[in-house]
Structure formats: C-alpha cells, structure tokens
C-alpha cells in the first residue's frame, strides 16, 4: 500500500506564474489536509478537503490560494501568482476518517520562486 | 490562543546519552498530543501520540513522552540516543473532539544534532 505521494518534489517558478502541487493519498482515505512550511517554522495548517468538498480552509490565505480534491484524481493546491514568500515546502497528509488521530504525511513539494 | 511551544531550538547530545526534548502547550478543551519526526528531504512520521488512559506512552524507535496536564506539557525521552535519531522533531496538538477542524497545531521544531 503506497503512502501519501506528493508531486512534483521540487518546483521553481518565477514571481507572477502558478504553481499546481498534487497530492494521492493513501488508498481508501477520503479526507486530504495541506499544510505549509516555512523556513525555521512549524507546519501551519492551511486546508482539510473531503471528496469534492472543502471542509476548513481557515488557514488559506484569501487570495491567490485554492484547493480542490475532486471525485476522481489527487487533490491539488493552486497557487497563482507566485511571489517570493510563497517559497516553502508544503505537505500534504491523509486520513481514512473525519479528525486527525492517523494522518499520514507525503515527503512534500518544495517550492521555490525565483 | 492554542499554541505548542518547544523551547530549544536546536540540542546536541553525545551517542548513547538519553535525551529530553521539552513540549509545552496552551489549548482551551483536553487535547490530543503528537511528536513527529522529519529527517532532511523527508515528510513527517508519527512517533507516538497521546489520546487518554496512560500518561506515559510509548512510540517507535524506543522513544517514549509523558503527559503532564498540571505542566502542560508532553516532553519526548530516549534513554540512549543513536546517531540515526538526528532529525528535527516536532511535537503537536490537536483537537480530541475534532469537529470540523481536524488540523493539528504544530510548535516550531527542535533540530537534534547527535555528536559521536
């Protein structure tokens, strides 16, 4: 059973592009959560997605950042119009149920903007 | 406001020494507490992690973490350290009643640097 899988590993964009992180969870988790981290910080919570529902994006910054996980296919993180603190890795985590006792957490994207 | 506070940014130990990594937390209902750890590159792994019952709780790779509820705080211990055990280590909290918010609150991080 293959864990939480994250692509691309690494991304470079420059400042103004868009950047689409992709996250598979593991098989039979329903509920997706996307967390970011900055340099020397802890992982701050950005998004928890249900199958086609987003069901807490309260740590989403209003603009430029979206989220999806559709019925079919990973669930992806927008960001449009990149700038220079958007650079970050950001993880995604899995669960099979509702609340976080067993979230399971990709080895994340790192993305940098140039 | 919740928060998890880890108070050594970074700590070096000797191979074979024990080890204590200090977490405090401030959250307002009975929480759920977690240490992960991330090794360079790599994504977190949940070490071990605390829901009722047991103070003391065991985890993965020998390492164990007890509850304090009148310290608030769940410190991380290791009675003899392997080199393989630098990592940075982070520990959680989370909300037992979930809700609609099933997110974790992490602390910022403490890099462990083992000396041979």
């Known amino acids: 059973n293959a864990g939480v899988m994250q692509n691309p590993r690494h991304l470079v964009r420059r400042r103004g592009q868009e950047a689409r992180l992709r996250c598979s969870p593991m098989?039979?988790?329903?509920?997706v959560y996307w967390y970011r981290q900055l340099p020397e910080e802890g992982l701050k919570f950005m998004v928890y997605?249900?199958?086609?529902?987003?069901?807490?994006e309260s740590g989403m910054p209003k603009e430029r950042f979206s989220a999806e996980f559709p019925k079919e296919g990973p669930s992806i993180l927008r960001i449009q119009q990149v700038v220079r603190g958007d650079s970050a890795a950001y993880f995604c985590?899995?669960?099979?149920?509702?609340?976080?006792?067993?979230?399971?957490f990709g080895s994340g994207t790192q993305l940098s903007v140039l | 406001a919740q928060s998890v506070t880890q108070p050594d940014i970074h700590i070096t130990v000797s191979e074979g020494a024990s080890l204590e990594l200090r977490c405090n937390y401030s959250?307002?209902?009975?929480?759920?507490l977690f240490w992960y750890v991330q090794s360079p590159g790599q994504g977190l792994q949940l070490l071990l992690k605390?829901?009722?019952?047991?103070?003391l709780v065991q985890g993965i790779k020998g390492f164990e973490a007890e509850f304090k509820r009148s310290q608030s705080s769940f410190n991380l211990r290791k009675p003899s350290v392997h080199w393989s055990d630098a990592a940075e280590y982070f520990c959680?909290?989370?909300?037992?009643?979930?809700?609609?918010?099933?997110?974790?609150?992490f602390g910022k991080g403490t890099k462990l640097s083992v000396k041979p």
């Open positions: 959250y307002g209902a009975t929480p759920y």
């Open positions: 997605l249900q199958k086609e529902n987003i069901i807490d």
């Open positions: 985590a899995s669960a099979k149920s509702r609340g976080n006792e067993k979230l399971f």
């Open positions: 605390y829901f009722s019952g047991d103070t």
């Open positions: 098989k039979g988790h329903s509920h």
């Open positions: 959680a909290v989370g909300d037992r009643y979930g809700g609609s918010q099933g997110n974790l609150i």
